[in-house]
């Protein structure tokens, strides 16, 4: 089992920054991939950025250049930091764990961008 958990949701203006970070504590070494997803009222979860083992990462091309995923092992934690946020970033965003058997969600963040 995996266990995630999100913060750092929140109200922004637009142009402005948020960084999400997601603790993943349980059986870490099952996890082959970790993810940002996001859904927005009304619309299907979309993948936002993705980071494998290998440190590989890949992004929605709506947030490209604009967003960063990373990760610190030392601390089992997950970040998304989004920039130059626009309104159309507003949504709940969920962290996603890819482990060998299974795959694991979080409970999700908030984040709504004011325009």
């Known amino acids: 089992q995996v266990q995630l958990v999100e913060s750092g949701g929140g109200l922004v203006q637009a142009g402005g920054s948020l960084r999400l970070s997601c603790a993943v504590s349980g059986n870490i070494f099952s996890i082959n991939a970790m993810g940002w997803y996001r859904q927005a009222p009304g619309k299907q979860r979309e993948l936002v950025a993705r980071?494998?083992?290998?440190?590989?990462?890949n992004y929605a091309d709506s947030v490209k250049g604009r967003f960063t995923i990373s990760r610190d092992n030392g601390k089992n934690t997950v970040y998304l930091q989004m920039n130059s946020l626009k309104p159309e970033d507003t949504a709940v965003y969920y962290c996603?764990?890819?482990?060998?058997?299974?795959?694991?969600w979080g409970q999700g963040t908030q984040v709504t961008v004011s325009s």
């Open positions: 996603n764990a890819e482990a060998t058997m299974d795959e694991y």
């Open positions: 980071i494998i083992g290998g440190g590989s990462t």
